[in-house]
């Protein structure tokens, strides 16, 4: 039950910067996805959800690959969001095994 609310607070995050990506006036955005099912339905569902929330111009790219690579595509520009679960980002990208809120997460992301 944990996981599942964890990744709607996720996605309700992700739509909310997708939309203000739009009213700043960036005119397209590219969501990733990694390479397996789940997160290739998240990333569709997040392009459906953004396109219907603006004029459209959001772009789902899938099966990039694992965590690192899709977090590498994240950080160099080549994608503006992906869906990651909260467990996978402590651990595989900052590299933990504390278990943090959303906000710290937020935090130690902003820090690296």
Same mark, same amino acid.
């Given at each position: 039950?944990?996981? !599942?609310? /964890?990744?709607?607070?996720? /996605? ?7 939309v203000a ?9 590219? $969501? ?23 004029? #459209? ?8 690959? #694992?965590?690192? !690579? $899709? ?5 160099? #520009? ?10 996978? !980002? ?14 710290? !997460? ?7």
């Amino acid at each position: 039950m944990n996981r !599942i609310l /964890g990744l709607l607070a996720l /996605g309700a995050v992700l739509v909310v910067a997708l939309v203000a990506l739009f009213l700043s006036g960036k005119p397209k955005v590219v $969501v990733g996805s990694k390479a397996f099912a789940e997160s290739w339905i998240l990333g569709q569902a997040l392009t459906d959800l953004s396109n219907r929330a603006t004029d #459209g111009g959001v772009k789902h790219v899938s099966n990039l690959g #694992g965590t690192d !690579i $899709v977090y590498q595509a994240l950080k160099g #520009g080549r994608v503006d969001v992906y869906p990651e679960y909260t467990g996978t !980002i402590t651990e595989s990208v900052l590299k933990t095994h504390e278990r943090m809120s959303i906000p710290q !997460i937020r935090q130690a992301l902003e820090a690296q």
